[in-house]
């Protein structure tokens, strides 16, 4: 079967770094997603890779490793506002998304 | 604001009632979905759109019907739910199908099945 693991709760610091990490078995590999999801809203998307190596978008930095099946997403100088779920999804040979349950990131002051 | 919106944005329905769930999207995108997210488990794609056609349908119950009149048009009908069926119900679209384009995805319908 196909799988997305992700850690379920994180708890960061404001102004520290943060990685959340998700490992994943697909059926093949057509890109990794990050999204990101406050609490009673949509989710917003966040970075793609589809390469080895690291995407970097302002305080946010997406890496992949696909012969690790492995990806994480850092995020630095932490703000309050960052407190929400990250969701990583594969996109699978059938071009379908496959998604993590999401890790719920909670920032402290 | 992301450019698809949803109606209702909250639901409560008796195992008897039908109703619908309704999403418009105003990016000009191709394709559209329909998603179900449950506390505390992975996203579950139920339908597919793309141009109009239905493309995929990941073994959704037949209590489970979409609809897709146009391009930026998306209804999911609901008809003798079960209480197992409350979730978040979020519609997404994107610009095609093909690798890198990330889905836009709307505020979601809070349903409750009574």
């Known amino acids: 079967g196909q799988n997305i693991d992700q850690p379920t709760e994180m708890t960061a610091t404001e102004g520290a770094i943060v990685q959340i990490n998700c490992t994943y078995q697909?059926?093949?590999?057509?890109?990794l997603f990050w999204y990101q999801q406050h609490a009673g809203e949509a989710p917003t998307f966040l970075s793609y890779n589809v390469l080895d190596g690291l995407e970097e978008k302002g305080r946010f930095s997406s890496f992949l490793s696909r012969s690790k099946g492995y990806s994480y997403l850092l995020l630095k100088e932490l703000q309050m506002k960052d407190s929400a779920s990250y969701l990583c999804?594969?996109?699978?040979?059938?071009?379908?998304?496959?998604w993590g349950a999401g890790t719920k990131l909670i920032i402290k002051p | 604001e992301t450019g698809v919106t949803q109606t209702p944005r909250h639901l409560v329905m008796g195992m008897t009632n039908k109703k619908s769930l309704k999403c418009e999207q105003h990016?000009?995108?191709?394709?559209m979905y329909w998603y179900k997210q449950s506390a505390k488990k992975p996203l579950e794609l139920m339908f597919v759109?793309?141009?109009?056609?239905?493309?995929e349908n990941n073994s959704v119950p037949s209590r489970f019907s979409p609809e897709c009149p146009n391009s930026s048009h998306l209804f999911l009908h609901l008809h003798t739910l079960q209480p197992e069926d409350s979730a978040l119900y979020l519609c997404?679209?994107?610009?095609?199908?093909?690798?890198?384009?990330?889905?836009?995805f709307g505020p979601g319908t809070r349903l409750t099945v009574t």
């Open positions: 997404a679209s994107s610009q095609g199908l093909a690798d890198s384009y990330e889905q836009y």
């Open positions: 759109y793309s141009l109009e056609e239905r493309v």
């Open positions: 697909t059926s093949g590999f057509n890109g």
């Open positions: 990016l000009g995108h191709n394709a």
């Open positions: 999804a594969v996109r699978d040979r059938n071009y379908q998304l496959i």
